[in-house]
């Protein structure tokens, strides 16, 4: 089975600064990959996705996350956080060929950004 | 948009207590599932239905059963709510049509005294 790895559980950052966010995934077939965010009081709500393709997807809000297959990576980047970024985000792993069953979420990424 | 409704945003119960959280998505979507949110833990999946009357288990079926009487409906219930069962609850709901993206609900808060 799939597992997924996200190494960061709080991350704090000033307005303005650069973000990244680790996801590892442990998987050696095809996968589909996600990540969602889940702001303060509201549910979680698709920030990008990547199926095929170019391997650097670009999301909603100026996120964007780049699929380096070799390092099971799937990183979410974002060049200048701002206040109201601050929310918990979370790394999701399929496998494309399998159920819908067979999404496998990280324990999340709780970002703090500071005015 | 997709809209996935969950009934009940808060809801405390008694230990002891038979709990139904309900929930309705109106995509006309064949998958929906249950997860639950605990701190550190992300998102465990609970049980997920394929089709009507269709349920597979999850990760911690344990002490949880589903029922999936409608394409649209999918309602979790706690047959014996006990405090370790105090968490926020999560239905979702995708179909292979949208690539299997999974859109979520508000979320249902539930405490077990």
């Known amino acids: 089975a799939q597992s997924v790895s996200q190494h960061n559980h709080h991350v704090i950052l000033s307005e303005a600064a650069s973000l990244e966010l680790g996801c590892n995934y442990s998987y050696g077939g095809t996968v589909n990959l996600f990540w969602y965010v889940q702001y303060p009081g509201q549910h979680l709500q698709l920030l990008l996705k990547?199926?095929?393709?170019?391997?650097l997807v670009k999301g909603i809000k100026g996120f964007e996350a780049e699929f380096i297959k070799s390092k099971f990576s799937f990183n979410l980047r974002k060049p200048s956080v701002q206040w109201s970024d601050t929310a918990e985000y979370f790394c999701a792993v399929s496998v494309s060929s399998g159920s819908a069953r067979q999404l496998t979420f990280g324990s999340g990424t709780q970002l703090t950004v500071l005015p | 948009d997709v809209k996935v409704t969950q009934s009940s945003r808060y809801l405390v119960k008694r230990t002891g207590e038979k709990v139904f959280l309900e929930c309705v998505q109106d995509m006309d979507h064949e998958n929906m599932f249950w997860y639950r949110q605990d701190p550190g833990l992300g998102l465990r999946l609970i049980y997920f239905s394929y089709d009507v009357k269709m349920k597979e288990k999850g990760d911690i079926p344990e002490g949880y059963s589903v029922s999936r009487e409608k394409k649209e409906r999918f309602s979790l219930i706690l047959e014996s709510a006990s405090t370790n069962q105090t968490s926020m609850y999560l239905c979702?709901?995708?179909?292979?049509?949208?690539?299997?993206?999974?859109?979520f609900g508000e979320g249902s808060w539930l405490t077990v005294v």
């Open positions: 990547y199926f095929s393709g170019d391997p």
């Open positions: 979702a709901s995708s179909s292979a049509s949208l690539g299997n993206t999974i859109y």
